[in-house]
Structures are given as structure tokens and as C-alpha cells.
């Protein structure tokens, strides 16, 4: 179950991640409305959990523009206000419900699986699985003779899976079957009706879980009722308990790094001492050392499990921001944060679950077969080699289906009984109508003639029949560009080496080759040696900061066009509209949360490429 949270305090966003990713909900974070609202649009989420006072777009604005362009999903609003006024305010904006801070957590999880219960609650009903029966006759549902009520979607899932018990249906294959070849909605909102589907039937008290997720390949309906495997646990009092969390490529860093924070502190320590003893001179000398890892520890603790590391680094930093001469209520409140930050790193990491994100490109394929058992097999694997497929059983479909929406590759048979046409013809169409999608034809045929026919029209491969689901997949693969992100480079400049590590850690199992800097007055060499597609910039740097990069970067003619996110831990209003003035492409706020990292270099990156192949093609 998807869910956007649209929140601007890291520490708390932090937190609401680690709490809904441990109760298997995924989680998409924006820090302000205006990344909010365009996530919103272009994501299926079954839910927005949305405070009030966020920069660029507030709350309220947001939920109203929503509702106003037809946004039918579920809103939360979770925010300080707590008047009267304030609800009513929030309602009538469009909030289908609203959470006062502080806030108890079983409260919110409670909060949000109402909302998603009656996301689409359409009475409707079920058939025979265990205790679960569904009437196909009388179009009713029921659970312990409990009558549920279902949308015509989740009606038509339940059914699909109740008639096939031995079938794995991938995303792609329940789109064929439920929705037709104009409009089926994006993979995403299948896994939105299952996870509906399978919370109406918890609701009404079927305790098993009785779909299965087949990863890499779709779902399929478990063979026994009474074989219960369902991940997540219930105590006596009905409440979830949550898996055991991994330790993730971030806290494994963190293991390595843990005597830099150790280190770090003893610089604000020795402040500290200087200011209590009053050794002036040492105070003097001290106190830009101790600003700057004050904030490198505001920026880097969170990320590697002291959140509350971080909050008393960030207040450490703002003491240390005004004069260098502290009053002695200053210094009091200094000694008194930089012992609290002692014992912080005494307690034990917070550890994290690592989240898998399918950002890998997914291609479209067209297969035009009559062969049922064979298209079939091909749906059921096609999720895990990043394909999503359309079947087209004879060529008037293929043909309906090439004119709605251009494939990004095709697997032509030859033979179709019951028609005079030859798919030469189809060939001949769909290469000269479209000559840069490949085409393979895979075909029972295989005399001279008909290689020579196939090679002399255009197609890429000729595949002969019989052959293996991982041999066409495989033939498939060779025909279409390699994902281009595999291919990427990103160039990471901070002063910090934990913050470097972390970064590369995060950004490295995707594929991506990371060059670390930990020397701004040095990237310059650096950027034209390695060519990167990205770069990412912390802003406050000693020599060089990251503004001042920046605009030597848009200055110049080359590589004036290269993307650049920066990285601070001041997200204020005038600290983001200096670097978005200097050149930048967008931002991260520090501590750095994995998942929003990911998700912004990998898209920014693809983002870029598109365009510049879009200017080639016109050009």
C-alpha cells in the first residue's frame, strides 16, 4: 500500500517513514507542497498524509487543488492546530480526516486503515476459499456468512483468482483481464485494488491471508486456509507486531564511521571546557572549528541513526552562529546540549529496513500469437525482466493495439489459422510505420524463404519455435537499449566523509558509478576528468562552498546543462532560493533520506537523457 507523506520536519518524516515502512506500507516523502502536489499527480498512492504548514504550497492549498482536479484518494492531515476552526477549516478543504501533533502512533495506523478501508467501498460481494464464498449467480461475497462489500474491481480480482487457485497472475495480465486495451490504469493500481481487497477480507475477520505476492512474478491464492504465513503477526489484543528490521548499506557505514561522530564531539568538547574554565584565547581558536562540525553532525547523525543526534547538533550550531562571545546563560545551555549529545552516541543506532524502489526502466511489448498457454507463461515472467506485455491473439488486435499506444518492441508469429492474411504483411506495416522498434518473429516456420521474407522486411531475429520462456525473453533483452541509469555517473562533493560514504553507499547499488570529492577546490579537475551526469553539491563547504560551484557550473558552455542537486541541512526560504538563483535543479534536506536520494538522482538523470534524445530526434 502506497502512501505520500507531505512533511518538512526531517526528524519527524524520519521517524513516520521507519513507523509505516515497519507496518508494510510504502512510503513516498515530499518536504514541501509544491514536490507534493506534483508527486500526487503523477503516483497512484492510496493515501496522503499531509501537514498543514508546509513551505512553497501550504496544506490547505494543496488538499483544495487536489479536490479541485478530481483527486478522489484518501487526505490526512497531521498538523500542530487544534481549534475548532482549524478542523472545520481542514475538512472543508477536502481532508477526509485530521491528526493533532503529538500524535500516538497506534492512533495514526488505526486513522489510516479506516481511510484505506473505505477507499472505493462500492457494496458488491465473494466465493469459496476456507470460510470465504463468492456466488457468481447472485453476485454476493461472504466471510462467516458475513455479506462484504467489494468494487466491481475487487469483485472481478477475487473471482479471477478464485476460478484459477493454481495460476500466478503478474500486474500486467491482471490489466489484460480486468480492464480493457484503451483504458487500463497504470500496474500500480492493481497492487491498490489487491491491498484493498485483502484489508476488506481482514475486516470482516479472515484471519488467513489467502493471496500470496509471488515477488518477481506477481500473485496467485494460497493453497490452504489453515496455512497461515502472513508476515505480519498479530498479539492477543489484535495489535501488529513488526518484522525484525534488517541493517541496511547506511548502517553498516555507520559501523565504520562511528568514531568520526566520537571525534566530532570532542572538538565541541573541548569547547566547551575552554568556555567553562574562560581560557579566552582557546575559546577564540575553537569556536569556527566547533560551528563547522556542528553542522556536519546536524547533517550526517540522522542519516546514520541519531536523529536526536541531529536535533541537538542543529541547536548546537545556532548557539555557535552568533557572536563568538557567548553570554553565560549561552554557555550554560552549550554544556548542557553537548553532554546531551555525549550520551546520545552511548545509545545504540537506530536501525532502518532497507527499501527496495522498482525504479528500473520498464519496457512494453506486443506479442501478436494465438497461442494461449504460451502468452500466458510469457505474462507470468514478464514482471521480473522489467517488460509490461500486451497479447494480440490474431492481427486485426495487433493492429488495434500498435495504433493506441506504440510498443517498444514486438514478437510477431507468422501463422494464424483461419485467415488468409500472412503476418508478412503486418511486418511489412509495422516496420515501415515504425522503424526503429525492433521486431522479432517467432514463428513454427522455418524454410529459406521465409528467413529470407523476414531479413529483407526489417525484423531484428527470427526465433524458432519451440523455444524456452527465458530464450524469448532473453532474445528480447538483446534487441532493446540497455537502461541508461546502469551507465550513469554521479560526482559527490562534501566536506564530510561519512556524509561521502553514506551517499556512495545509498546511490551505488543502483547501478550508478559515484566519484566522491571530499575537496571543492578540487572539482574542477575532478568534473572534467570523470564527465559525470550529475552532480551533487553540499552547500556549506570550507574554501569553496557549494553556491559558488554552482555558478561555475551554469557559466560555463559545456557543462552549463548538468544537472545539480544540493544537499544542506538549512531549508529556510532564503537558503533555497539562493541556490535555485545559483543554479541548482533541486534539493536535499539533511539528514538524507535514502529512498528521496534514490528517487531524485535516478529520475533527474533519466529525466535529462529523454530530453536530450527527444532534441536529437527533432533535430
Known amino acids: 500500500m502506497k502512501i505520500l507523506l507531505v512533511e518538512d520536519d526531517v526528524l519527524l518524516s524520519t521517524a513516520l517513514f521507519d513507523l509505516l515502512s515497519a507496518n508494510r506500507y510504502t512510503i513516498d516523502i515530499a518536504s514541501n507542497g509544491q514536490a507534493g502536489l506534483e508527486l500526487a499527480t503523477s503516483t497512484e498512492y492510496e493515501l496522503i498524509l499531509l501537514d498543514w504548514l508546509i513551505p512553497k504550497l501550504d496544506g490547505i492549498s494543496l488538499c483544495r487543488q487536489l479536490r479541485s482536479q478530481g483527486y478522489r484518494k484518501s487526505i490526512l492531515l497531521l498538523t500542530g492546530k487544534n481549534s475548532n476552526a482549524d478542523i472545520v477549516a481542514g475538512l472543508d478543504a477536502g481532508a ?4 493533532i501533533k503529538p500524535f500516538d502512533p497506534e492512533a495514526l495506523l488505526a486513522r489510516i486503515r479506516s481511510l484505506l ?4 467501498a462500492i457494496s458488491s460481494s465473494i466465493l469459496t476459499w476456507g470460510n470465504l464464498c463468492l456466488d457468481p449467480s447472485a453476485g454476493r461475497v461472504t466471510c462467516h456468512g458475513q455479506e462484504i462489500p467489494l468494487t ?6 477475487l473471482e479471477l483468482f478464485l476460478q484459477n487457485p493454481d495460476r500466478i497472475f503478474s500486474r500486467a495480465v491482471i490489466l489484460d483481464r480486468l480492464w480493457g486495451f484503451g483504458d487500463a490504469p497504470t500496474e500500480n493500481a492493481v497492487t491498490t485494488h489487491i491491498k484493498d481487497l485483502r484489508k476488506k477480507l481482514k475486516t470482516v475477520g479472515l484471519a488467513e491471508e489467502f493471496l500470496e505476492t509471488v515477488y518477481g512474478m506477481g500473485y496467485r491464492i494460497k493453497p490452504a486456509p489453515n496455512r497461515s504465513i502472513s508476515v505480519v503477526q498479530t498479539n492477543q489484543d489484535g495489535k501488529k507486531k513488526t518484522a525484525p528490521k534488517d541493517m541496511t548499506a547506511v548502517n553498516r557505514v555507520l559501523e565504520r564511521f562511528r568514531n568520526s561522530f566520537v571525534g566530532q564531539v570532542v572538538v565541541l568538547e573541548r569547547l566547551k571546557t575552554a568556555l567553562l574554565v574562560g581560557n579566552f584565547n582557546e575559546e577564540l581558536e575553537l569556536h569556527q572549528q566547533a560551528l563547522h562540525e556542528a553542522h556536519k553532525l546536524a547533517g550526517s547523525m540522522g542519516s546514520f541513526g541519531y536523529p536526536e543526534g541531529s536535533r541537538l547538533a542543529r541547536k548546537i550550531e545556532h548557539l555557535l552562529l552568533g557572536d563568538s562571545s557567548l553570554s553565560t546563560e549561552q554557555i550554560s545551555n552549550f554544556s548542557q546540549l553537548v553532554t ?9 543506532a537506530v536501525t532502518s529496513t532497507a527499501q527496495n524502489f522498482p525504479v528500473n526502466q520498464t519496457y512494453r511489448l506486443l506479442v501478436i500469437d494465438d497461442d494461449t498457454t504460451l502468452t500466458e507463461q510469457l505474462q507470468a515472467e514478464a514482471d521480473s525482466w522489467g517488460i509490461r ?9 495487433a493492429r488495434s493495439l500498435f495504433s493506441l499506444a506504440t510498443p517498444d518492441v514486438v514478437l510477431l508469429d507468422l501463422s494464424f489459422p483461419g485467415t488468409e492474411e500472412d503476418a508478412l504483411i503486418l511486418l511489412s506495416e509495422i516496420v515501415e510505420r515504425s522503424p526503429n522498434i525492433p521486431v522479432i518473429v517467432f514463428t513454427g516456420r522455418d524454410t529459406l524463404a521465409d528467413r529470407l521474407a523476414v531479413s529483407r522486411l526489417g525484423a531484428r531475429q527470427f526465433l524458432h519455435k519451440p523455444a524456452t520462456t527465458e530464450q524469448i525473453f532473453q532474445a528480447i533483452a538483446r534487441v532493446l537499449p540497455q537502461p541508461q541509469t546502469s551507465e550513469a555517473k554521479v560526482l559527490i562533493v562534501d566536506d564530510d566523509p561519512v556524509i561521502l560514504a553514506g551517499l556512495s ?5 543502483w547501478g550508478l558509478e559515484v566519484i566522491t570529492l571530499s575537496q571543492s577546490q578540487q572539482f574542477w579537475k575532478v568534473l572534467i576528468a570523470t564527465s559525470p551526469d550529475l552532480v551533487v553539491l553540499d552547500l556549506e563547504m570550507p574554501v569553496v562552498n557549494g553556491l559558488e560551484l554552482c555558478k561555475v557550473v551554469r557559466q560555463d558552455a559545456q557543462w552549463g546543462d548538468l544537472p545539480i542537486l544540493v544537499v544542506t541541512a538549512h531549508t529556510e526560504a532564503e537558503f533555497l532560493q539562493q541556490a535555485f538563483a545559483a543554479g541548482a535543479d533541486d534539493f536535499i534536506s539533511k539528514p538524507v533520506l535514502g529512498p528521496e536520494l534514490v528517487t531524485r538522482v535516478l529520475s533527474r538523470i533519466q529525466r535529462t537523457r529523454w530530453r536530450s534524445q527527444l532534441g536529437r530526434s527533432q533535430a
Open 96 to 99: 477526509d480526516d485530521y491528526v
Open 117 to 120: 478501508r473505505r477507499n472505493e
Open 152 to 157: 466491481a474491481t475487487e469483485y472481478k480480482l
Open 340 to 348: 546531551e549529545l555525549q550520551q546520545e552516541l552511548t545509545k545504540p
Open 389 to 397: 506485455m500486451k497479447v494480440a491473439p490474431n492481427l486485426a488486435t
Open 505 to 509: 553507499a545509498l546511490l551505488t547499488p
